[in-house]
């Protein structure tokens, strides 16, 4: 049940998408001849006036099919006028640049939903979510999942406890009682000193529990939600960055991927299931934007190149540009793929609040 509502979240993606190029490309008087969510073979097709509507076999992605994309299509006479080719080159960039707006839209819609009515309310609890790299916790072989009973002779369930008994002993040796998997356990492990505070850092994180959700005036949540836009965008690019290092392309995951998250997210609840869709939505903009292609961006380049020179590029240009692009894509398909599979056959996609 939860993978087919993320398969439909991705498809309302997508078809969001689609529906920018499709909008932008009537107002501009263009001829559109399909209009697809996913690809063929279609499940379902009906067409209606000039337009051919359907719905993919494969839940990949979709399309929108203008008359006179590329300039070696067959272009009957009379539909020349109304080819992309054939509009000034401002239309085709908003044609083409449409979705990703669509998407950045719909991000920010769905982000202030988030912030208006399902913000999370977590409460801490003594369950171990997260043990830092070379801390106090991880010399003392403490996990995820381990939940902390007692320090020293002082016995507390309260995270809030636990955090003021390990802060106040920077540089000290503890006792730890802990329950792992129904079992107690004795460990032994050395706190650690804070830089900025001085305090003492065991070097773990605290499972949060969603009792409820908060909400915040409309006004708070659109400038809330509007904040949220440019400071992921910033985050995106970092991720991209990234993706020349090892680290970086361990991260990246394909749709299949996206769907198994995106199904986990709705078991922490539908405010961050919204709000993870949210996410989606801008990395599919940006994604989209970039200078590659057969991308948006890649098109939207072409077109300023065009402008600036003066005369259509090359086909042999285009087709060149477009190879490169696209050995790019499969390549990092590929380990997309291969990251998928290692994370299906170990840990899985589970996810913490």
């Known amino acids: ?7 439909l979240g991705i498809g309302l993606l997508i078809f969001v998408h689609e529906l920018g190029h499709f909008l932008a490309a009537k107002s501009f008087g263009m001829k559109v001849e399909k209009f697809y969510i996913g690809f063929p073979p279609a499940i379902a097709k009906r067409k209606r006036g ?9 839940p990949l992605g979709g399309y929108v099919k203008i008359t006179g994309m590329t300039r070696d299509e067959d272009v009957p006479e009379d539909a020349e006028p109304r080819a992309y080719y054939s509009k000034p080159v401002w239309q085709r960039i908003v044609v083409v640049s449409a979705g990703a707006a669509m998407n950045v839209v719909l991000a920010l819609l769905l982000f202030f939903i988030f912030y208006w009515q399902f913000i999370p309310e977590l409460v801490s609890t ?15 072989g403490l996990e995820p999942g381990d939940r902390i009973l007692a320090i020293n002779d002082i016995s507390t369930e309260d995270p809030e406890v636990l955090r003021e008994q390990l802060q106040s002993r920077p540089d000290e040796d503890v006792t730890l009682l802990i329950e792992r998997e129904g079992e107690k356990m004795v460990l032994s492990a050395h706190v650690g000193r804070q830089e900025e505070t001085g305090n003492g850092l065991l070097g773990v994180v605290f499972h949060g529990k969603q009792v409820g959700t908060l909400d915040v005036p409309a006004y708070e949540a659109v400038y809330d939600a509007a904040r949220d836009i440019p400071m992921i965008t910033r985050e995106v690019f970092i991720v991209l960055k990234e993706l020349f290092t090892s680290e970086g392309l ?12 995106s199904s986990e997210t709705i078991k922490l609840g539908w405010g961050i299931y919204i ?24 098109h939207v380049m072409m077109n300023l190149v065009e402008k600036a020179k003066g005369s259509p590029v090359r086909k042999e240009i285009y087709e060149k540009i477009s190879a490169v692009g696209l050995i790019i894509f499969v390549t990092l398909f590929i380990i997309a793929l291969m990251n998928d599979v290692q994370r299906l056959m170990g840990p899985g996609f589970g996810l913490e609040p």
């Open 250 to 261: 361990e991260q990246i995951a394909t749709p299949i991927g996206i769907v198994a998250v």
């Open 1 to 7: 049940m939860f993978i087919l509502i993320a398969i």
């Open 50 to 58: 000039e337009t051919e509507y359907g719905v993919g076999f494969i």
């Open 275 to 298: 709000r993870v869709l949210g996410f989606i939505s801008l990395q599919l903009a940006i994604l989209n934007l970039l200078p590659l292609l057969p991308l948006d961006g890649g």
């Open 126 to 140: 003594n369950e171990v979510s997260m043990v830092q790299v070379d801390s106090g916790a991880a010399a003392a």
